[in-house]
């Protein structure tokens, strides 16, 4: 008996598609996006721009592969590496069907002037055909010294899941033809946008204007209009970049994922969803910026930013739903060891406290971060020891609730190395909001080896650290709300 594909089952079968992935996108071959399992806010808007400009450019069949990781082409950092696909044929054998998948690498913390200085950046690159892969480009992209370690056997692995992907849906068409009829997709469609017209529904209609002038220098400004039908999200006036750099696809990301968070409700990630979003960037902002404007502190810092700037407009309209504000973007270090390991780590801190509860502790706001090393694995790769990890106590502000508290980590490094820094929220510490406190700025203590203690004023930056020294990293806590009685 074959199968009815109704849109509910549809979203069955696109989740059981994507969940071996870590960040992964589906959609038709007229562009629509079906469904998003991503990361980061940068991954909800640019996976399906990657594989819309590898689609226009490059005709592909069944076991076809093009990769790229290049921002302006639908990536986001260089660490990125996007995978592109045909997942399904149609009766014409054209594609209807293409998968795209996001892999990571250890990434690298420069505090970069261009694009190129962040490491190799991959163009849309046709890398496999009828599933054989071409060894002698993926030997020319590996041989680059930039290039990311283990390229080459995570495709390969990476690759074997895909065909396991194709295949399947290659028997399912079999058994029902159904799937791929446009009525399908259309309801599909049509069942998420009305989803979230009706949240929309239940909230007041309003207009904002906000400004916001970031640690990095850039300054926000937003018109933000709410109505049950759309929002529309207008940065006119916004400034050029200082050291924030983002793609207006990845901005797209940062609009839909603040909403999101703002309605606290699981919203279909598709091109139903997306409809209801209009989002107007100028041109030469730092939210619209063009190669080769570097992207790393962009698409990690950046995208957190403006997510937090639309949260509090989207307060300013719905007060009663306005929270304090949370660490949002986390504290990141890197070490670059004289042996050319590089060694990078990310510190969450806590969530803002809300009218009825507490903030959480060390949380990810806007990342949903995959499964990292462990501290022995760390120990055992790089020259260094992680000599404590705890909860940044007290660091949540206080007030009727209190806000989360960061996170603290310790590490003794074996041999000398580079020392990068990146820690949003240093000048400007999570506010609380109706008499409660602040939480507590994120902070970078030194221990040398004469017994000195440093600590580190600048929101990035860098220095050398030797053996045997300590590096204390805190990251910030969140915001509380309300007076204590």
Not at 349 to 356: E, M, R, V
Request: aromatic residues 8%; contains cysteine.
């Amino acid at each position: 008996m074959s199968l009815s594909f109704r849109p509910d089952l549809l979203k069955v079968f696109l989740q059981h598609t994507l969940s071996p992935f870590d960040s992964a996108a589906c959609l038709t071959g007229e562009g629509e996006l079906l469904d998003i399992k991503y990361e980061s806010l940068a991954d909800v808007g640019t996976l399906g721009a990657a594989a819309l400009t590898v689609t226009r450019y490059f005709p592909m069949q069944l076991g076809d592969v093009v990769i790229l990781n290049d921002p302006y082409s639908g990536g986001t950092t260089l660490s990125m590496i996007t995978i592109v696909t045909p997942l399904l044929l149609n009766h014409a054998q054209i594609p209807d069907l293409y998968l795209a998948i996001r892999t990571g690498f250890q990434p690298q913390l420069l505090l970069s002037k261009t694009l190129d200085e962040e490491g190799l950046r991959i163009p849309p690159t046709p890398i496999v055909q009828n599933r054989v892969l071409n060894e002698m480009i993926l030997q020319a992209i590996s041989a680059h010294p930039l290039c990311p370690a283990g390229l080459g056997d995570r495709l390969k692995a990476t690759l074997g899941l895909i065909w396991k992907r194709v295949d399947c849906f290659q028997t399912l068409l079999q058994k029902n033809s159904q799937f791929s009829h446009r009525s399908v997709i259309k309801d599909f469609l049509k069942s998420s946008r009305n989803y979230f017209s009706q949240l929309l529904h239940e909230l007041p209609t309003g207009e904002t204007k906000i400004e916001t002038r970031l640690e990095s220098g850039e300054l926000i400004r937003l018109r933000l209009e709410l109505n049950p039908e759309s929002i529309l999200f207008d940065f006119a006036g916004t400034s050029s970049s200082q050291k924030l750099c983002l793609t207006d696809s990845a901005t797209f990301g940062a609009c839909f994922g603040a909403v999101a968070a703002f309605l606290q409700k699981p919203i279909p990630l598709n091109s139903g969803s997306f409809s209801l979003l209009h989002v107007t960037t100028p041109l030469g902002s730092f939210l619209n910026a063009k190669y080769p404007s570097p992207t790393f502190k962009g698409m990690t810092e950046g995208t957190s930013q403006v997510a937090g700037a639309i949260l509090q407009a989207l307060g300013e309209i719905v007060p009663q739903k306005k929270f304090s504000a949370s660490a949002q973007t986390p504290t990141q270090i890197s070490l670059e060891f004289s042996g050319g390991q590089r060694f990078f780590d990310s510190l969450s801190g806590g969530i803002g406290a809300s009218p009825t509860s507490h903030g959480a502790d060390a949380v990810p706001f806007w990342q949903r971060i995959s499964l990292r090393n462990s501290i022995q694995e760390i120990e055992s790769i790089f020259p260094l020891s992680i000599q404590q990890v705890s909860l940044r106590k007290g660091s949540g502000g206080l007030g009727q609730f209190r806000g989360g508290d960061g996170l603290t980590k310790e590490y003794l490094v074996h041999q000398e190395a580079k020392l990068r820094w990146l820690m949003q929220h240093r000048k400007s510490p999570p506010k609380g909001l109706k008499g409660a406190q602040d939480g507590s700025p994120p902070e970078i203590i030194i221990e040398r080896k004469n017994g000195a203690r440093e600590m580190v004023d600048s929101s990035e930056g860098e220095t050398v650290v030797h053996i045997g020294e300590k590096i204390s990293v805190a990251s910030a806590g969140g915001g509380g709300y309300g007076k204590q009685s």
